[in-house]
């Protein structure tokens, strides 16, 4: 008799238990394909970094964008993506449903925003560009250089030009540090790869003397199909033992007292960047070099001219002797401001 009644119980409990699981079943399978509640425009989703899939579950349905967090984190196991959703900002729209939710979020789908970090800038420029754009989180703000190159894995290393120049895009709540290890590994990669490809018999040592070459020429034109020849007059002037007596590097010495003219005193500032005094390359670069720059330095022009002088429109006259480039100096730089005078004093 207490057999047969143990037996009922069981096959009851057992039947229950199926109903149960058919009925959920049913639930989750309804869950999974309803469509979210949205405003017609649709909405934006957060999902900051550390987040669970229940923290996420719980955060949807406060927002009223699903019914129930607890079908949401089943179907999130059922599917087994529970640990594999993303950080960031999502883009929710109208005809979406929890499983297309689930599926964005996995997948990282998630709105992204830019910043361009121009060839030429200093490392202070692109680190004031960052720490103003409004979805990156700021975790170093007044550390020094040395505080942030420390910070971001690479210490006793100088920061300038060692960040590749690009327009990045990246989710909200991207760090500084995560940003700017990105662009140093980048500048890292695509300077090796240039290095590993140079041109021979350069009078260059190593791939870090080769980015200073190229922020030198990054700052001395914005024509791209001058870098060869800028860089062939440097490498010729290396070789020979010339001083490189590039205005750029001057003006990077003087740092914040450069008031935006170069004068007589300041060629002869003794600073470990005033090519006029020293041969050689400058320390470290003084800017962040594009990718035709790096190449320029790496790759010169066949050219054998000693000197180049700005015509006053962006572009240089290259001269192969002394004698020429004075010229030069006086049709395009003398006469120049002969003429800027005259225009002055009848204005």
Request: glycine letters at 6%.
């Amino acid at each position: 008799m207490m057999f047969r009644i143990v037996k009922k119980l069981f096959v009851m409990g057992v039947l229950i238990l199926v109903i149960g699981i058919s009925i959920l079943v049913i639930q989750l399978y309804r869950f999974q394909s309803e469509i979210i509640s949205l405003p017609d425009s649709g909405r934006t989703f957060v999902i900051i970094p550390g987040s669970n899939i229940k923290t996420i579950a719980h955060q949807l349905s406060l927002e009223k964008i699903i019914d129930d967090p607890w079908l949401f984190i089943l179907l999130a196991r059922v599917k087994g993506v529970e640990t594999k959703v993303r950080a960031g900002e999502y883009r929710l729209q109208q005809d979406q449903s929890a499983l297309d939710l689930l599926d964005t979020f996995t997948k990282g789908h998630s709105i992204q925003y830019s910043l361009s970090i121009i060839e030429g800038w200093s490392f202070r420029e692109m680190i004031h560009e960052m720490q103003k754009h409004p979805v990156i989180t700021n975790q170093l703000r007044g550390k020094s250089d040395a505080e942030i190159m420390a910070t971001i894995g690479y210490p006793g290393q100088h920061p300038e030009g060692l960040f590749f120049p690009d327009t990045y895009r990246f989710p909200r709540g991207t760090t500084d540090i995560q940003f700017l290890q990105r662009a140093y590994r980048l500048m890292q990669n695509y300077l090796q790869r240039e290095w590993d490809n140079r041109a021979p018999d350069l009078p260059i040592a190593s791939s870090y003397e080769a980015l200073i070459l190229a922020s030198i020429i990054e700052k001395e034109t914005g024509v791209a199909h001058e870098r060869p020849l800028i860089a062939a007059v440097f490498i010729q002037r290396l070789k020979k033992g010339m001083r490189l007596q590039t205005d750029p590097t001057i003006i990077y010495g003087l740092g914040e007292s450069f008031d935006g003219n170069i004068r007589a005193r300041d060629l002869k500032k003794d600073t470990p960047y005033n090519t006029y005094l020293h041969k050689g390359l400058t320390p470290t670069p003084i800017a962040l070099p594009g990718l035709e720059a790096i190449r320029a330095a790496l790759h010169p022009a066949d050219n054998d001219a000693l000197y180049f002088v700005s015509r006053g429109d962006g572009t240089h006259h290259f001269s192969k002797t002394l004698k020429e480039h004075n010229k030069a100096v006086v049709k395009y730089q003398l006469k120049g401001r002969k003429n800027r005078r005259k225009i002055s004093s009848e204005s």
